[in-house]
């Protein structure tokens, strides 16, 4: 049985690739923060009980900017395969923990890779690192690929950089089996919800049935390479099953605007959405003249990243890979399960329990 050790296990990679490697019958271990309230909502389907005579997924407490947890845990979990999905992974909040950020998403790959030559694990241990289209960042060719010149534009892809070629360096200098993958932007359901993605399809349903008023937004005109995260872990694990270590852009070849994201959302919501107005004074109104979506500066990043557009022809050649969910697929999905949750809060709310009482009880 092969043995995975997958940091960030608790985020939306992390929890769709440890359920795919527990069908794929590997033993899967997981590194989680400590936190004051329970952080483990993605994952609580595939939890076992720690009594369990025989477990196949287990958790361990550690931290990226924690060298010796992460020594610790390598030491005793000897894993055949780690996935480094942990990070500080949101771009604006990069610039307001710039340090932070570089600790656990620069550093944070380097010590794992320490952990493994300490270990004198180099021959044993593959080593996955998630790597992003955020490398990209003032774009230099279009579409994105494998040889696309770097020009990051945050703090969080300055530290990518750097854990990118920290990768590449330790592949090179002591043979370790590394891989980059430069993932362009996916989602789920499971996506945290200050993405934008999330933020729309959560705050659109929200706003159908009458819980909030209007969804402010930052920039509209950002174009993305938008695919569905349970597509993207499987490349994640096929990156470690080929012959020779290499790096791969992961991506649809198609691009929406955030705008365009908006709108889709707002037709399958029945929402009827008019726009009036341009820039920061941009507006959505529904069929009723109320005000839908509204632009808040706030939401602006001080250098942005325009335009993602992902090449990928490479991982189509050399590991078969074909998305399989439409951006189509990945909007229904999103706003499904957001309009779900939204009724069920809508209901709680009617029936006079508001999110605290009903946690109480
Ligand atoms: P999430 O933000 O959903 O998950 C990040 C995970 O990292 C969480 O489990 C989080 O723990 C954990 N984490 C954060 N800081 C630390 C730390 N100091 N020590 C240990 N764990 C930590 O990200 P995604 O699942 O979306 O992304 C996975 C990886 O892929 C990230 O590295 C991201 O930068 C990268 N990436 C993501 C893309 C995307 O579009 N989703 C595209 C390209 C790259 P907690 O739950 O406690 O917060
Ligand atoms: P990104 O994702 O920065 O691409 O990083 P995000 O969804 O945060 O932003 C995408 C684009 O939308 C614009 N935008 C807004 N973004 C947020 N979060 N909130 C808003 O209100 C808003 N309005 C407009 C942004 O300016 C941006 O242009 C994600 C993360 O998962 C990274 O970890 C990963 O590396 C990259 O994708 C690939």
Redo the contacts with the bound molecule.
Sequence with gaps: MKRALI????????AYLAQFLLAKGYEVHG???R?SLF?TSRIDHIYEDPHNPNPHFILHY????DSSSLIHIVQKVQPDEIYN??????VQVSFEQPEYTAD??AL?PLRLLEAIRILGLEKKTKFYQ????ELYGLVQEIPQRETTPFYPRSPYAVA?MYAFWICVNYREAYGIFACNGI?????SPL??ETFVTRKITRGLARIKVGLQDTLYLGNLDAKRDWGH?RDYVEMQWLMLQQNKPQDFVIATGHQYSVREFVQRCAERLELDLTWKGSGVEEKAFDRNGKLVVAIDPRYFRPTEVETLLGDPGKAQRELGWTPRTSFEQLVEEMVAADLKSAQRDALVRQHGFDAYNVRET
């Design positions: 940091t960030g296990v608790t985020g939306q990679d992390g590194i989680k923060r936190a952080n550690g931290d990226l900017t999905l942990g990070a500080q992974s949101h656990a998403d944070g998630a790597s992003t289209s990518k993932l362009f932007n996916h989602e996506r945290g995260a």
